[in-house]
């Protein structure tokens, strides 16, 4: 196609959808104005709005592009980057016990997967490759780790980004499924077919499956998803189906969901769950989301999500990110139909409109605050309910929203953590508790992993009882055994849990300056693995 043929056909196509989408006169003023990018920069947004928002449009620009590099469509000079930081000659002194290599990026604690006697972790890891290792629970043995793919996230001199964090599910073949490396592919990938948002050489999410069932030592990839996708989170339902949720691109991008059925290791077209909207009265602005979702039982799937505002010019406030409300819906993967909390079926994509009116469980926006993420939550009662993380000018903590006689109720605390003590072993008040994980009940004495802070400011990972019974509400915890304690440092810390939901295990992330390690606890002891100490 000529370059004359291809400039007619897409001034066509603007100047048709101009008369009802007025996003176009907001970014042809930013590309005349070019105070804050270049003409060529806002040539380039105008494509990709038009390409991801109208689908005629892209057998044109393809046919314009086959062939051509992304220098050769656009005159943009090579993306700035933030350098990476360089690791010192010698990292600080973490406690023993871990079984990773040192580990780049935000705390995290992986994504875990426990079948026959066995628990199987993916982490990010070296150059924010993904890795995995598998504990063999009954032989006290270490499989791996084993680089399980290639992420381009963070490579040629970037900073670590912990985006592409890997997903892992095993499929009812034995065939172990990594999703990893997303956030918003390469300006080499082209244009975005699912988003209105430009890739910005963030990273291209990846999939791949083990070479043989049962088997973590080696994987291929596979080329059925986007590689512009952000975020990862899979879960395998009752009938084997697998079901990934992603983001389709960067931030002004659609939340969408792969299925792979029982019997396939490839996933099917994705479904778009949500879409984003510039708004009315300046189209710079979209309305978009972040989306948690949480396998509940073998054929739910609840997800609670809230607003994010994003805009054009990349302007992101860092106290707040422009994050509002809290979402919440459900997923029957018997159908795979989406129902808000009144069981009113959804029709896809939801869009803010949609949102406000069938799945809005917290308007923040009215009490002017801040929410900045969500989860969804289990109650034993069995009443629907969210979590959000409140913000404002000299708070942030967890909250609930509980659905109960037709309405929300928000603001109330997360259970268990209202009426909850915490003592040492010398019975000094602990003010700092960070994260308590139940891990055992019997009768009236409970057990629980603990992180907190002590009076020193350091960090410590803990054992804790427990007079209460479990689920009752005051909660008077007495630490018994102290495992670590950690200066000028960063916990976190996950559950490993069977099918009945119990937890068996804990995976630990220590972080301390450079250094950043993960650690297995089973049975009262951390399991080492001895090759990496």
């Known amino acids: 196609m000529s370059e004359q043929t291809f400039l007619e056909q897409r001034a066509a196509l603007i100047e048709m959808h101009s008369k009802h989408d007025t996003t176009f006169a907001a ?51 090579a993306e700035t980057v ?47 490759d993904p890795y995995i290792a598998s504990y063999d629970l009954e032989n006290d043995k270490w499989d791996g780790p084993y680089k399980a793919g290639h992420s381009t996230l963070s490579k040629n001199g970037r900073r670590v980004d912990s985006h592409g964090r890997p997903a892992l599910e095993q499929d009812s073949d034995g065939y172990f499924h990594i999703v990893f490396g997303g956030h918003g592919g ?142 919440y819906m459900k997923m029957d993967t018997t159908n795979d139909s989406f129902y808000n909390v009144e069981n009113k079926k959804l029709s896809l994509p939801l869009t803010r409109a949609t949102s406000d009116e069938l799945t809005l469980a917290y308007d923040s926006e009215k009490n002017n605050e801040t929410c900045f993420s969500t989860r969804p939550l289990v109650l034993e009662d069995g009443r629907p309910a969210a979590a959000y993380e409140a913000m404002g000018p000299d708070y942030r903590e967890w909250r609930m929203t509980v659905y109960e006689d037709g309405s929300w109720t928000h603001s109330l605390p997360i259970p268990g953590t209202q009426s909850r003590s915490l003592k040492d072993a010398a019975g000094n008040e602990i003010e700092r508790i960070q994260d308590l994980e139940i891990i055992e009940g019997h009768g009236e004495v409970v057990t629980a992993a603990v992180l907190y802070e002590n009076e020193q400011g350091e960090s410590v990972f803990a054992i804790a009882k427990s007079s209460s019974a479990t689920g009752a509400e005051e909660q008077d915890w007495i630490v018994q055994r102290e495992y670590f304690t950690v200066s000028q440092s960063r916990l976190a810390m996950q559950a490993v849990r069977d099918e009945a939901e119990k937890a068996i295990a804990l995976v630990l992330n220590v972080r301390k300056g450079a250094s950043q390690r993960l650690y297995l606890w089973y049975d009262g002891e951390f399991r080492p693995n001895n090759s990496l100490q």
């Open 27 to 77: 970014l042809q003023r930013e590309l005349e104005t070019e105070n804050s990018f270049s003409s060529e920069y806002w040539r380039w947004r105008i494509d990709q709005y038009l390409y991801g928002q109208y689908n005629e449009y892209q057998p044109i620009y393809d046919a314009y592009t086959e062939g051509k590099a992304f220098n050769e469509i656009y005159d943009l000079p």
């Open 82 to 128: 933030h350098p990476a930081s360089e690791e010192p000659a010698k990292l600080p002194e973490i406690p023993d016990g871990f079984f990773t290599d040192n580990l780049p990026g935000n705390v995290r604690t992986g994504w875990t997967h426990l079948a026959d006697g066995k628990i199987s972790i993916a982490y990010q890891g070296y150059l924010t």
């Open 186 to 327: 390469e300006r080499e990938d082209g244009l975005n077919p699912f988003s209105i948002d430009t890739p910005h050489a963030g990273g291209r999410q990846k999939h791949v499956v083990s070479e043989r069932p049962n088997d973590i030592s080696s994987f291929l990839e596979k080329d059925d998803i986007t590689p512009f996708a952000s975020y990862t989170a899979m879960f395998k339902m009752g009938n084997g189906d697998i079901y990934f949720f992603t983001r389709a691109g960067t931030h002004k991008s659609p939340w969408m969901y792969y299925k792979m059925k029982s019997g396939s290791q490839t996933f099917e077209p994705p479904v778009f769950i949500t879409w984003p909207v510039p708004r009315k009265d300046n189209p710079i602005d979209v309305d978009t989301f972040y989306l948690r979702p949480k396998k509940v039982s073998d054929t739910e799937i609840i997800i609670t999500y809230l607003g994010h505002i994003c805009n054009f010019k990349e302007v992101h406030d860092r106290t707040h990110y422009s994050r509002i409300n809290t979402y």
